[in-house]
């Protein structure tokens, strides 16, 4: 058609973008004076906490706003071509043929009622007018190499019918098929596994690498940003407010907010006792009650009044580096961030005391019924998915075990095994005497339910819309049977608010009232109602943003730190595990691969899950080195789980067909680590470590400095 | 599949069976008012007593309730005391005009009620969309004995183009059927569409629908390809809900035109006592209502794979 493109020109050019949504409310102003360029086969990373405008800046690229949104000011150039000025239907051929974009949640992104392949299909039969058997065989071809096996079979599913990471690679797959020289990539990994992380992020950019597609990369992890990029735009509510190449920018991050943003991240060189956490205070700003002057000011610990809060802060061009770094901060000559730790104080480590849950040979088996006329004929109709098999461990008093493992491996069951919302099939579960694995939660008694009490993932799922926080705070309370007299329980609750450091009048406030991270500290406020001796933790802070993640993290340690509790941490980040956990219990498909200290987690000799699980973490540090391991193909069905060892599908260290047929042996490396794998430990011991962290004398910028 | 069939058609007769209880056990409990509305106000306590132990009324209820069912079950359905005939000799012509009524009727709501939805609900808030919906609300509201007498003012009083009533004495004529047709449909289009508006109004902020047009895809296809099918799934199972409804829907505007239907008799029935018809036509309507209940779920699974068995 008409496009007239500049193969010279930047593929694309943003300049002083403003764009804003229109509610009842008003006018939103979601970004302000935006301005980026994208060279050809250049990667660049977005990053920011939810809400601070990078969807929106992606949606302007392809100009679809919604009904409310619009572009106020600023310019769009693709290859030289004004986007904002476009006619629809040169737009529609511009869309999905020269900059195509993937999303955050694969499967809302596919029609459920369509198969795969006519959805596939459908994208070079539109811009190229190619016939149906010519569209059938590129799709089989781009879905070959987004390595999907199969392809015929994927080409004729229902979404539905895959899995998360192959939905993924679908929609990779459909935004490649017509070979865009633009992608954009909106937390296109959020939703998924690490592992899977891990395999679709190295396509992704072996893709870009091997078609020179330049990139616009979404994200709010600076980890993943790190292995992906070449330059990253750090966002703070809807502005830029530095900018640079991953080097520069992540070895001297100049912006307080980057330099907090850092401080937030379980890095490996954090500690929970040496070196804890260090959440940003304070909450992002509405986009209508921004402030005057910088938008981090009331967060800001350089702020100096008169200056910050003056008038808008420019982007100025950070002198004295050779790559293209800017920051938007007044003061960022005078702040010396090397004077200026990127941890919190210091703490004594904990004591730990006896064993207060022991767990030996638990089983949980659920069964599924096969209605099929098949398996009926085949007498196959009742099936057994094996979540849990043969789990052992302890956890003492004050002390926090970790569960990691991908989605699916068992961690929930287990803590709904814990909880009384489902009863073994087997073995024995001992909290604080009692053996409570096949006592369900009706039939045991307030103290007992109120001594062992969880925090969810979803926080909003388990608060009633229409009660105060304090009413259902309160009922928690006489539940446990901890007070019964009226005003004591409102001491309580009071109390309790106070712990979980929220002001005393979100008594009577509602759940929709509140951020997601102040749900999250209801929810623990809850958990810690009946004293409990042990608390367990279900991803807690993965659907948080990282500041406050980093907040509700250290919130619950310093809970955990003064009550004593023992914490049972669900979780499939390793970094977090391994910066909270005094121990480790690695599962997969419901069996324990490997258990143990958290050292000893994290150096060889490592089982071959952990290890890929291990390379899988991405790290937001330059200077860490990695070996990678990327694993292939999918968790098996738990309806079907291989004979032998349960990882000898993915293994890819397998020996051979002693791990398709015999349960590998659990073999001691110490008394407290054990490995349940046929290679041999002296073997195991062999390989380097996965993550080698370089020593302060080694790091580059403080030799610099 | 075919067992999820199978295990439908099973659930369908246990709840047939269990409101044939019920029906048998109101009706028919207090044996000495069976024989009143037989033999009416006026009959003696003898000649009652007499009726009622010639036809079995003595017998134990389950022996009653057996004999009943098995009628039923073998097409015996018993005399009509309102017709003096027997139930079989003229029920099922009824269900067969009101059958022919309501397939008429269907005919236009379907198409109409689904494209007036479908573009009211593709672009949300446009004047198209405002127009249609206070359209569908406004007909919906108004009640089928205002509308009935309406038409019939304008079409047989004012214009004199169709016959007043639809008694189709001398046979099958289309013109009768005009103004009873016309009446449900003016009643029940808004309701469907609606319904298929608000599917269709949340099909297109789905994020599919995003992905659709990002692909570059023109509107057309964005639309006919990629929103229709998700936005029917809804309309489907209340256009399903429909049949059942028209089954006494009808009342009103079969006893207006005075069209000789199903609905008309079930009101003549129950105005009249008329105990083995009314039995007989619960019967019946219990049957459509379970029937298009188990073709709706099965359509249903059809139209959405994500339920489709394996
Ligand atoms: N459709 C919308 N209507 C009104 N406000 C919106 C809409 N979409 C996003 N916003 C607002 O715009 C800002 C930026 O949002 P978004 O671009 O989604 O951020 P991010 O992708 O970084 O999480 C937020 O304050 C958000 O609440
Ligand atoms: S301008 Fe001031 S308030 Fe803003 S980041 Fe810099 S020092 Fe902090
Ligand atoms: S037992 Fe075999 S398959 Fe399992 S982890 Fe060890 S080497 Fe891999
Ligand atoms: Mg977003």
């Known amino acids: 058609m008409a496009l007239n493109f500049d193969e010279n020109a930047p593929v694309l050019e943003i300049k002083d973008l403003n764009l804003s949504y229109w509610t009842r409310a008003g006018e939103i102003p979601a970004v302000i004076d935006f301005s980026l360029t994208v060279q050809k086969g250049e990667s660049i990373g977005l990053v920011g906490e939810s809400g601070c405008g990078k969807s929106t800046v992606a949606m302007a690229i392809m100009q679809y706003m919604g009904g409310n949104g619009s572009i106020k000011s600023g310019s769009i150039r693709f290859k030289g071509v004004e986007l904002t000025e476009l006619p629809p239907d040169e737009l529609r051929t511009l869309r999905g043929s020269h900059i195509s974009m993937i999303y955050q949640e694969p499967f809302a992104a596919l029609n459920p009622s369509l198969t795969l392949g006519t959805q596939l299909k459908e994208v070079p039969m539109t811009h190229e007018g190619i016939s149906d058997t010519e569209a059938h065989d590129r799709a089989a071809q781009v879905l070959a190499d987004v390595r999907l096996p199969d392809p015929a079979r994927v080409m004729a599913a229902y979404p539905h019918q895959i899995s998360g990471g192959q939905q993924q690679r679908v929609v990779i797959a459909m935004a490649l098929l017509s070979n865009p020289s633009l992608l954009l990539l909106d937390e296109p990994t959020t939703a998924l596994d690490v592992t899977v992380e891990a395999g679709i992020t190295k396509l992704i950019a072996d893709i870009s690498r091997k078609y020179g597609t330049s990139q616009i990369y979404i994200s709010h992890n600076l980890g993943l940003i790190l292995e992906v990029c070449d330059r990253v735009f750090v966002m703070y509510s809807g502005e830029v407010v530095e900018e640079g190449t991953i080097n520069s920018l992540f070895t001297w991050p100049r912006h307080p907010y980057t330099h907090g943003l850092f401080g937030c991240i379980p890095l490996p060189t954090a500690d929970k006792n040496a070196a804890p956490l260090r959440p940003i205070v304070g909450q992002l700003p509405l986009p209508h009650e921004r402030p005057h002057g910088c938008n981090f000011g009331p967060r800001c610990k350089f702020f100096e009044d008169g200056r910050c809060d003056a008038k808008d802060v420019p982007m100025e061009p950070v002198a004295g580096t050779t790559s293209d770094h800017r920051v938007r901060c007044v003061r960022w000559r005078e702040i010396d961030h090397s004077q200026d730790v990127a941890h919190g104080d210091a703490k004594d480590p904990m004591e730990i005391g006896d064993a207060v849950l022991a767990v030996e040979g638990m089983q949980k088996y659920y069964e599924v019924h096969d209605r099929s006329i098949k398996a009926l004929l085949a007498g196959k109709s009742v099936m057994y998915v094996k979540a849990n098999e043969q789990l052992n461990f302890d956890a003492r008093r004050g002390e926090t075990v970790a569960i990691v493992g991908e989605s699916g491996c068992g961690k929930s069951t287990f803590a709904k095994v814990l909880m009384g919302l489902e009863t073994a099939t087997d073995g024995s579960i001992r909290h604080d005497g009692n053996d409570i694995c096949k006592i369900p939660v009706r039939a045991r008694s307030p103290q007992q339910i109120g001594s062992l009490q969880m925090v969810f993932q979803n926080p909003f799922d388990t608060l009633n819309p229409s009660h105060t926080i304090g009413t259902q705070i309160g009922r928690v309370i006489k539940k446990f049977g901890v007070e019964t007299d009226k005003t004591k329980i409102r001491a309580r609750v009071m109390e309790l608010l106070d712990i979980v450091k929220l002001p005393r009048d979100f008594y009577i406030r509602r759940p929709r009232q509140l951020s997601g991270g102040q749900k999250q500290r209801i929810g623990i406020a809850r958990a810690f109602a009946g004293n409990p001796s042990m608390v367990i933790a279900d991803e807690p802070v993965s659907a948080l943003d990282v500041s406050v993640a980093a907040a509700v993290t250290e919130l619950l340690m310093e809970i955990q730190r003064e009550h004593k509790t023992t914490l049972l941490f669900i979780s499939h980040d390793l970094s977090v595990v391994r910066y909270l956990s005094d121990r480790i219990v690695v599962m997969y498909l419901g069996q324990i691969m490997e258990r143990g200290t958290t050292e000893a987690i994290f150096a060889p000799p490592y089982h071959p899950y952990t290890e890929a699980l291990l390379s899988a973490v991405p790290i937001a540090d330059p200077e860490v080195t990695k070996r990678e391991i990327v694993l292939e193909g999918n968790l098996p069905s738990a309806l079907n789980p291989p004979q032998g060892c349960p990882f000898s599908t993915r293994c890819p260290r397998k020996v051979g067909t002693v791990c398709d047929d015999e349960r590998p042996p659990v073999q001691m490396a110490s008394d407290t680590h054990a490995i349940a794998c046929h290679i041999p430990l002296e073997e195991l011991a062999r390989v380097e470590p996965v993550i080698v962290v370089p020593s302060e004398e080694e790091r580059a910028h403080v030799a610099h400095q | ?310």
């Open chain 2, 1 to 310: 599949m075919l067992i999820f069939i199978l295990k439908r058609i099973g659930q369908m007769l246990l709840i047939m069976l269990i409101v044939s209880v019920m029906l048998f056990l109101l009706l028919e409990i207090n044996v000495e008012s069976v024989a009143v509305k037989v033999l009416g106000q006026y009959s003696t306590q003898e000649q009652r007593e007499l009726w009622l132990q010639r036809n079995g009324y003595y017998d134990p209820i389950y022996e009653r309730y057996g004999r009943w069912l098995w009628g039923f079950v073998t097409g015996d359905l018993g005399e009509s005391v309102r017709f003096k005939k027997p139930i079989n000799d003229f029920m099922w012509d009824r269900l067969w005009n009101t059958a022919v009524l309501g397939f008429w009727a269907m005919a236009f709501i379907i198409p109409l009620a689904l494209v007036l939805g479908i573009l009211s609900g593709m672009r949300e808030g446009s004047w198209l969309d405002r127009t249609i919906s206070v359209t569908s609300i406004i007909t919906t509201s108004i009640p089928e004995f205002a509308s009935a007498p309406l038409l019939a003012a304008i079409f047989v009083f004012g214009l004199g183009w169709l016959p007043g009533t639809s008694s189709m004495i001398g046979g099958f004529d289309w013109k009768q059927l005009v103004l009873p047709v016309a009446v449900l449909v003016i009643y029940d289009f808004g309701y469907v569409a609606r319904m298929t508006r608000a599917s269709m109004a949340e099909v297109m902020t789905t994020h599919y629908i995003r992905t659709a047009v990002l692909k570059g895809l023109p509107y057309r296809s964005v639309i006919l390809k990629h929103a229709l099918r998700n936005a029917l799934i809804a309309p489907f199972t209340v256009i399903m809900l429909q049949i059942p409804w028209l089954l006494s829907g009808v009342i009103v505007v079969e006893f207006f035109f005075a069209y000789k239907g199903f609905g008309a008799l079930l009101l003549e029935a129950s105005l009249n006592q008329d105990i083995l018809l009314i039995e007989a036509a619960s019967m019946v309507a219990v049957f459509v209502v379970v029937a298009t209940q188990t073709l709706s779920d099965i359509g249903y699974t059809y139209l959405n794979p994500r339920i489709r068995f394996t």
